[in-house]
């Protein structure tokens, strides 16, 4: 292996990207307590699967609905009314 590469050499590849720019993802910042980051790394562990994939799908599942949070007055009404 060499220690250095020269890559004023590569050449861009013909075409367009493969992943639309609606598909690619946007980095953000956010604070988290300690203790919610250490359960959500031992979750993703124990589901193999990288901790910011987890946190990533978890916000996904909630911005669309399919996560929904148990504590909201908006699901105590819906439950009530299913009663």
């Known amino acids: 292996m060499k220690k250095e590469y020269d890559l004023k050499s590569l050449k861009k590849r013909e075409g367009t990207p493969k992943v639309s720019a609606d598909a690619a993802k946007t980095p953000i910042s956010i604070r988290l307590e300690s203790v919610v980051l ?3 790394k031992t979750e993703a562990l124990r589901l193999g699967i990288p901790y910011q ?11 669309t609905g399919e996560l929904v949070d148990r504590h909201s007055p908006d699901l105590k009404k819906l439950l ?4």
């Open 53 to 63: 994939t987890l946190i990533g799908s978890i916000l996904h599942r909630y911005a």
């Open 80 to 83: 009530t009314g299913l009663l």
């Open 38 to 40: 250490s359960e959500l």
